[in-house]
């Protein structure tokens, strides 16, 4: 089983760029996640989606857009990257049952 | 004031151990309580599940949950060096989409 795929694993962005974060999960969940992931600050919500269609923003959505044209895929995109970006990046999914979410393996992305 | 305070750690004990991790929470309204496990370099992975207060044991790992003081514990027994990982906290209040978590802490269990 697939379950919450990202790619791509490791990326290293210039000041100013901008990229997509994919995640596609095979679980056929509602409820789908984007975090990231400071040393010592745990994991800190940037934008979620209840649907195909449905997106609302987290704690940290600045600088940050996401879509949701399907139930399997929500990507992530960055516009005009900024050090302050740098930062793992985890996808996450979810059934709604009592929020138990099954998580990828994480995109780690460095703004230089 | 942090909805969830975690002690970061770094915990490291000896093999075969009983490891103790905790979290306390400002918000009465949490019902949903658990822990996940992430290695390095992995996405976390759901551990521990409960509702409400009390116990909740699976194999070495038990779970606790006291509502009135705002404590929830992790208990491992037996440790072993495969459990050293990061241990997050997670709440939830049964409405809404989204979890609360807290900051982790990182154990290791050494031979």
């Known amino acids: 089983n697939a379950g919450v795929t990202q790619t791509p694993k490791f990326r290293i962005l210039k000041i100013g760029q901008s990229m997509t974060l994919q995640c596609t999960q095979d679980m056929n969940h509602n409820y789908m996640y984007w975090y990231r992931q400071d040393p010592g600050m745990g994991l800190k919500l940037i934008y979620y989606?209840?649907?195909?269609?449905?997106?609302d923003k987290g704690e940290v959505p600045n600088g940050y857009n996401v879509s949701r044209s399907t139930t399997e895929d929500f990507p992530l995109r960055l516009e005009l990257a900024a050090p302050s970006q740098t930062s793992v990046y985890f996808c996450?999914?979810?059934?709604?049952?009592?929020?138990?979410?099954?998580f990828g393996s994480g995109t780690q992305l460095s703004v230089l | 004031q942090k909805e969830v305070e975690q002690d970061p750690g770094p915990l490291s004990v000896p093999e075969g151990a009983i490891v103790s991790l905790n979290c306390t929470y400002s918000?009465?309204?949490?019902?949903?309580f658990m822990w996940y496990r992430q290695y390095s370099r992995k996405g976390p992975e759901l551990l521990m599940y409960?509702?409400?207060?009390g116990n909740k044991e699976d194999g070495r790992f038990t779970a606790q949950v006291d509502k009135s003081s705002k404590y929830i514990s992790l208990f491992i027994r037996d440790s072993q060096p495969s459990d050293s990982a990061t241990y997050l906290c997670a709440m939830w209040t049964g409405g809404g989409n989204k979890l609360t978590f807290g900051t982790g802490t990182q154990l290791k269990v050494e031979l």
């Open positions: 989606s209840v649907g195909a269609g449905i997106t």
């Open positions: 409960t509702y409400s207060s």
């Open positions: 996450a999914s979810g059934g709604g049952d009592g929020e138990k979410l099954f």
């Open positions: 918000n009465s309204a949490f019902q949903y």
